[in-house]
């Protein structure tokens, strides 16, 4: 019989950097910062900047509760978050413009202690 030879298929990355990838320039984070801030996009800009500031995993930074980084309804300039894949806690001093940036998105959602910053692991725990 006449077999037709399956068409060649290019791999998804092909071309594309695999493995880890440089870190954000300080320019970088500057752009980002600003694309956030002129978008209106409090949330993201708040989790950027913790991001950031605390040098954790994603997996920590969406863990984070409103007592770790604003116990006093403000935020603190210090915080200590434990990680998730060490079981250590980590000790970061929280910049300016994060503190504003925090305060201004639990003004904005009126979250309170006991919940999550991030909507999205409130979710999660919540199936």
Not at 3 to 10: E, L, S, T
Not at 16 to 39: F, W
Not at 69 to 78: E, F, K, M, N, Q
Request: aromatic share 4%; net charge positive; charged share 30%.
């Amino acid at each position: 019989m006449n077999a037709v030879p399956a068409p060649k298929r290019v791999p998804w990355n092909k071309g594309k950097l695999t493995g880890a990838k440089p870190p954000l320039r300080p320019k970088h984070v500057c752009s980002i910062r600003t694309k956030l801030q002129i978008e209106g996009r409090a949330r993201d800009l708040a989790m950027f900047n913790l991001a950031i500031d605390s040098k954790l995993r994603g997996c920590d930074v969406v863990a984070i509760r409103v007592e770790d980084v604003a116990a006093g309804g403000y935020t603190a300039d210090r915080a200590t978050v434990r990680q998730k894949k060490t079981g250590r806690p980590v000790r970061f001093e929280l910049s300016e413009q994060t503190r504003q940036a925090v305060d201004d998105y639990l003004k904005v959602t009126g979250k309170r202690p006991g919940e999550f910053c991030s909507p999205a692991i409130a979710v999660l725990t919540e199936v």
